[in-house]
């Protein structure tokens, strides 16, 4: 469903792991906002201006069509990539000895506050597989300056210590993920 998002919009993804070091780089998809049909203006009143423009129009058309072809080709070849980077990764066992909850918000953090690619404002998820409870760092969860709703998957539906955060709580990652893709915003980064 991320994919089929993803093409619609374009977007970016990035997953990782919480560890006891969360400081490992994300593993992450990009994909670029798909080719738009330039804005048809008014037809002229003179019937020679008009067919002319509609010839314009129509070449137009045609190189965005050929354009979107070989987007929806590119963005293919980005997702079979993404996916055998982030197969492994998600395969592994869950055997950290300590979870460094903080870093990874952290992390996740500095990854929205990236320049992003896209003309239209983004709206920004971090999804969070945890139990919240933060056993590497000491205090309060750190105040993140990116704009995000912070989405906490977590079948017994505890929060730990991201309390103050305010996380949206879901009990599986594909309801979390359903939330994240049917929001409406136009295009999503995650």
């Not at 994300?26 to 020679?48: C, K, Q, T």
């Amino acid at each position: 469903m991320v994919y089929d998002r993803d093409a619609v919009a374009g977007g970016e993804l990035a997953v990782g792991l919480i560890r006891d070091e969360s400081d490992r780089p994300f593993v992450r998809l990009f994909v670029p906002a798909p080719p738009e049909l330039p804005a048809v203006g008014p037809v002229p009143a003179n019937v020679f201006a008009a067919a002319a423009a509609k010839r314009r129009e129509e070449t137009s058309r045609t190189h965005v069509e050929e354009a979107r072809r070989a987007w929806r080709e590119d963005v293919a070849a980005r997702e079979a990539s993404f996916a055998r980077s982030v197969e492994p990764l998600l395969a592994r066992t869950a055997d950290a000895p300590a979870t460094d909850i903080w870093s990874a918000l952290l992390r996740a953090d500095v990854f929205l506050a990236e320049p992003n690619a896209f003309p239209q404002a983004t709206k920004n998820f971090v999804i969070l597989v945890s139990d919240g409870v933060e056993t590497v760092a000491d205090g309060a969860a750190p105040r993140l300056s990116s704009p995000a709703q912070l989405l906490l998957v977590n079948g017994a539906g505890g929060i730990g210590k991201l309390a103050s955060l305010a996380p949206v709580r879901f009990e599986s990652l594909d309801a979390a993920l359903r939330y994240a893709v049917e929001d409406g915003a136009s295009h999503v980064r995650r």
